[in-house]
């Protein structure tokens, strides 16, 4: 989250010379592969394991605490979820017949002769396997597969595939935060980020918000392209564009094929709207700190008083006017 963080910082001081024309708005066409990401997370069984430390779910799985059956029934609430593992290096070697490792790991204190879970490492991952070191502490992220008292914990380093721009990408889980659900996938050094975000919108319901990071690196330039979307706001998306001299270009979906410049030229454009949706506009800039309901909600019944409104403003108006209106509930999602 704190690319996107970066990027409000930026957008606030920029000064840009990039024009909304169509050509721009066409220039996003080569990013669209980026949803992909999107739809590949949406394809994951993203249910995060029970909260417990390494020493307590080897002792529940692979030690003597509970019995056969009590171990398959509890089992059932860690089959195939992430979750977040902590253990010293034991050793790490090829897979017969494959081109994966095994990482084999130890609890701290752990009085265990051998192991108390292990990690396939994927080929893909194969710098990550030479990187670790026997006695060395690492945390790493994995998906639960089984278990058993000879090696203790089976666990696998999870990751997919998906048509894109980026020759052999493989996102591979590479983080989990329980604060906010954050879960994210990466690859190619993370060049490309792909996460899933809980925002809380009150009375215990959660809404998943979708953002997608992408660093470019060319011989004169560096390029973050940022991809957002979140169900709740009805298919709504957003892009931004931000280059190596800080120029920004965005284009929310449903406000037209054009884009919206820097915020900070905001007074001129928007100096053509009516009234009330001046003070539609105002009432969305002066909120401060909304939680995830409002935001979201805001957004929403200014989407539906605009479509209501018969004012013929300009494509890169009302693109000024959603931005100003949804980069709260992007802010919110971190």
């Given at each position: 989250m704190r690319l996107i963080m970066l990027f409000f910082a930026i957008l606030s001081l920029a000064s840009t010379n990039v024009h909304a024309t169509e050509a721009v708005a066409d220039y996003f066409q080569k990013y669209r592969w980026i949803e992909n990401g999107v739809d590949f997370l949406k394809s994951r069984s993203l249910e995060l394991a029970p909260v417990t430390s390494c020493k307590k779910l080897n002792a529940m799985f692979a030690e003597?605490?509970?019995?056969?059956i009590q171990k398959k029934r509890e089992w059932e609430a860690y089959d195939d979820k992430l979750i977040p593992l902590t253990g010293v290096v034991q050793e790490v070697a090829e897979i017969p017949l494959s081109d994966d490792f095994l990482a084999i790991f130890k609890c701290s204190g752990s009085k265990s002769f051998v192991s108390d879970f292990t990690v396939r490492i994927p080929a893909h991952k194969s710098d990550l396997a030479y990187e670790m070191n026997v006695g060395e502490k690492r945390r790493v992220y994995v998906r639960l597969k089984d278990y058993s008292s000879r090696s203790g914990i089976e666990t696998e380093m999870d990751y997919g595939s998906f048509a894109g721009g980026l020759d052999g990408c493989k996102p591979t889980l590479a983080r989990i935060a329980r604060s906010n659900g954050e879960i994210v996938y990466g690859c190619n050094d993370n060049d490309y980020l792909v996460r899933k975000i809980d925002v809380d919108m009150g009375e215990g319901t959660l809404e998943r918000f979708y953002l997608v990071d992408l660093r470019e690196t060319g011989d004169t330039d560096k390029n973050l392209v940022i991809y957002a979307s979140g169900p709740v706001l009805k298919g709504e998306s957003l892009y931004l564009h931000v280059n190596s001299q800080k120029e920004v270009i965005g284009h929310v979906s449903s406000a037209g094929s054009c884009v919206f410049e820097n915020e900070k030229d905001l007074e001129s454009p928007l100096s053509v709207l009516s009234d009330k949706d001046k003070e539609r506009v105002a009432s969305i800039r002066r909120m401060k700190n909304?939680?995830?309901r409002e935001a979201i909600n805001n957004y929403l019944q200014f989407k539906k008083d605009l479509t209501a409104s018969n004012s013929d403003y300009s494509?890169?108006?009302r693109q000024l006017m959603h931005w100003v209106?949804?980069?709260?509930?992007?802010?919110?999602a971190k």
């Open positions: 003597d605490d509970l019995t056969a909304p939680t995830g494509c890169e108006v209106a949804i980069r709260n509930v992007f802010v919110l």
